[in-house]
C-alpha cells in the first residue's frame, strides 16, 4: 500500500460544515509550508486552523518528532474567486488542483473568462475523453 510518508507534495481537498465549503490545502512535506487555495475568503480564517493543526501533527509523524506538531508556516494565497451567492466551490477546488499540479497559480485572469456553466462543461469533457479520470473512493483503514 503507498503511504504519503515519502510524498514531498500533497494536495488535500477539505469540506467544512460552516459554511459548508470546499477547498484545497497544498502540502509541501519538505518545507513544512501548507497553502491554501480558497475561492470563498473571508476575514474569518478560523476555519483553517482544524485542517492545520491535522496537517502539523502528520508532519510531525512523517519527521518521526518527539513532539506532537511540527512548526508549519500556513499561506492564504491570493487565487480566483467565486462570485457572491455562487454554490460552485467545488468546481473551483477541482481547477485549483488543476493547475496547482502543474506548477500554475490559479489566479483570477485564468478564471474571468470562464462561467460555472463553463467549467462544468469543460469537466465533463475532460472527463469523457480521459484528459483527466475518475478516482475510485477508497474505504478509511
Given at each position: 500500500?503507498?503511504?504519503?510518508?515519502?510524498?514531498?507534495?500533497?494536495?488535500?481537498?477539505?469540506y467544512?460544515?460552516?459554511?459548508?465549503?470546499?477547498?484545497?490545502?497544498?502540502?509541501k512535506t519538505?518545507?513544512?509550508?501548507?497553502?491554501?487555495?480558497?475561492?470563498?475568503?473571508?476575514?474569518?480564517?478560523?476555519?483553517?486552523?482544524?485542517?492545520?493543526?491535522?496537517?502539523?501533527?502528520?508532519?510531525?509523524?512523517?519527521?518521526?518528532?518527539?513532539?506532537?506538531?511540527?512548526?508549519?508556516?500556513?499561506?492564504?494565497?491570493?487565487?480566483?474567486?467565486?462570485?457572491?451567492?455562487?454554490?460552485?466551490?467545488?468546481l473551483?477546488?477541482?481547477?485549483?488542483?488543476?493547475?496547482?499540479a502543474?506548477?500554475?497559480?490559479?489566479?483570477?485572469?485564468?478564471?474571468?473568462?470562464?462561467?460555472?456553466?463553463?467549467?462544468?462543461?469543460?469537466?465533463?469533457?475532460?472527463?469523457?475523453?480521459?484528459?483527466?479520470?475518475?478516482?475510485p473512493?477508497?474505504?478509511?483503514?
Open positions: 500500500m503507498e503511504t504519503f510518508q515519502n510524498k514531498e507534495r500533497i494536495m488535500i481537498t477539505v467544512t460544515t460552516a459554511p459548508r465549503h470546499w477547498f484545497l490545502a497544498y502540502v519538505n518545507e513544512a509550508t501548507v497553502q491554501i487555495f480558497d475561492s470563498l475568503k473571508s476575514s474569518n480564517t478560523s476555519r483553517y486552523l482544524p485542517v492545520c493543526e491535522r496537517i502539523s501533527r502528520i508532519l510531525a509523524a512523517i519527521s518521526n518528532r518527539t513532539d506532537d506538531y511540527a512548526e508549519i508556516d500556513v499561506r492564504l494565497v491570493e487565487c480566483a474567486q467565486q462570485p457572491c451567492g455562487s454554490v460552485d466551490c467545488g473551483y477546488l477541482t481547477r485549483f488542483a488543476k493547475y496547482v502543474v506548477g500554475e497559480v490559479p489566479t483570477a485572469d485564468k478564471f474571468d473568462r470562464l462561467s460555472s456553466k463553463t467549467m462544468r462543461e469543460i469537466m465533463y469533457w475532460e472527463l469523457r475523453f480521459g484528459r483527466i479520470q475518475k478516482q473512493l477508497r474505504s478509511r483503514e
